[in-house]
């Protein structure tokens, strides 16, 4: 079974700085890694997903993150952070059918000026 | 935005009465989902469909219930509410049309309150 870590479930920076929301996973096969976001009271919106080829994956927004697989983690990473990415972010794991995905508890990106 | 729609939106009801709250897609797509998301939990699934009336129990099935019979709604159902069901659901659809097609697209929610 998949598992998904996300380390720290609250992540303060300033305007301007780098953002480093990190994740970890488990699993006994080739992952598919996802990362959600999530803006009050909306549903989830897909940032980025590692599916197979490059390891490092650009996404919306300006966000990235790279599949590390020898140290399991898809940690995702924005230069220079803006009021806007104040939300809260998902990492995600799909199973060995690629039919159903496991979450992380998520992290809180909280931006101040 | 994928064309996911959930009602209701808003519900308060009581301990014990019957809950049923729907998910429709226009994106025929194959795989329809519900989560609950609660605070410090993340998103937990909680039932699956892989096709018309081919259903399977995720990590919190128990309580639960759902039925598909046609593609495009995914109706989950709480037999008998508890407290422990205030949440916030979400259905989410994906197509599954190639190993590169896997993204899950989410509905906007349902908050569940049970007094």
């Known amino acids: 079974a998949q598992s998904v870590t996300q380390l720290g479930s609250h992540v303060s920076v300033s305007e301007g700085a780098l953002v480093l929301l990190r994740c970890n996973y488990s699993s006994s096969v080739p992952p598919y890694l996802f990362w959600y976001v999530q803006y009050p009271n909306q549903g989830l919106q897909l940032l980025l997903k590692y599916t197979t080829g490059a390891t490092l994956v650009k996404g919306i927004n300006g966000f990235e993150a790279e599949f590390k697989k020898s140290e399991t983690s898809f940690h995702l990473t924005k230069p220079s952070a803006h009021m806007s990415d104040a939300a809260e972010y998902f990492c995600a794991v799909s199973d060995e059918g690629y039919s159903t995905l496991t979450f992380g508890k998520g992290t809180m990106l909280l931006v101040s000026p | 935005d994928a064309g996911i729609t959930q009602s209701p939106r808003h519900k308060v009801t009581e301990t014990g009465t019957p809950v049923t709250l729907r998910c429709h897609q226009t994106?025929?797509?194959?795989?329809m989902y519900w989560y609950r998301q609660d605070p410090g939990h993340g998103l937990r699934l909680i039932h699956y469909?892989?096709?018309?009336?081919?259903?399977d129990k995720g990590e919190v099935s128990d309580g639960y219930s759902v039925s598909r019979s046609k593609t495009e709604d995914f109706l989950l159902t709480l037999e008998s509410a508890t407290s422990s069901q205030t949440s916030v659901y979400f259905c989410?659809?994906?197509?599954?049309?190639?190993?590169?097609?896997?993204?899950?697209?989410f509905g906007p929610g349902t908050r569940l309150l049970v007094l």
């Open positions: 989410a659809i994906s197509g599954r049309l190639s190993p590169n097609q896997e993204t899950q697209y």
């Open positions: 469909s892989y096709g018309v009336k081919d259903t």
């Open positions: 994106e025929n797509h194959r795989y």
